[in-house]
């Protein structure tokens, strides 16, 4: 994987962020945007600033094969449940 970009944007519509599975609302501050190269391929995700320093902290062990999108609480490493 190529990381690309990493930065904090304003957005201008809604997304959903890929940690906490929410809404980010348009107009947000501080949202992350990352693009990346995958397998070739353009890739894009969104996350709140406190949910892409949240995924900095987790054992690697742990999200290397991927996670379920939403499983974590916003900006922390705890699962929601």
Same mark, same amino acid.
Request: aromatic content about 18%; glycine content about 8%.
């Given at each position: 994987? %190529?990381?690309?970009? +990493?930065?904090? @944007?304003? %957005?201008? %519509?809604?997304?959903? !962020?890929?940690?906490? #599975?929410? +809404? @980010? +609302?348009?107009?947000?501050? /501080? *949202?992350?945007?990352? *693009?990346?190269?995958?397998? /070739?391929?353009?890739? #894009?995700?969104? #996350?709140?600033?406190? !949910? #892409?320093?949240?995924?900095?902290?987790?054992?690697?062990?742990?999200?290397?094969? /991927?996670? !379920? %999108?939403?499983?974590?609480?916003?900006?922390? *490493?705890?699962?929601?449940?």
């Amino acid at each position: 994987m %190529t990381m690309l970009q +990493d930065k904090v @944007i304003k %957005t201008r %519509t809604i997304h959903v !962020c890929v940690w906490f #599975w929410e +809404d @980010i +609302d348009a107009e947000e501050e /501080g *949202v992350q945007y990352r *693009v990346y190269v995958l397998d /070739g391929d353009f890739m #894009w995700e969104w #996350w709140h600033p406190e !949910c #892409w320093e949240a995924v900095k902290r987790v054992p690697y062990e742990e999200v290397e094969d /991927g996670f !379920c %999108t939403g499983t974590y609480s916003r900006g922390g *490493v705890e699962y929601k449940g």
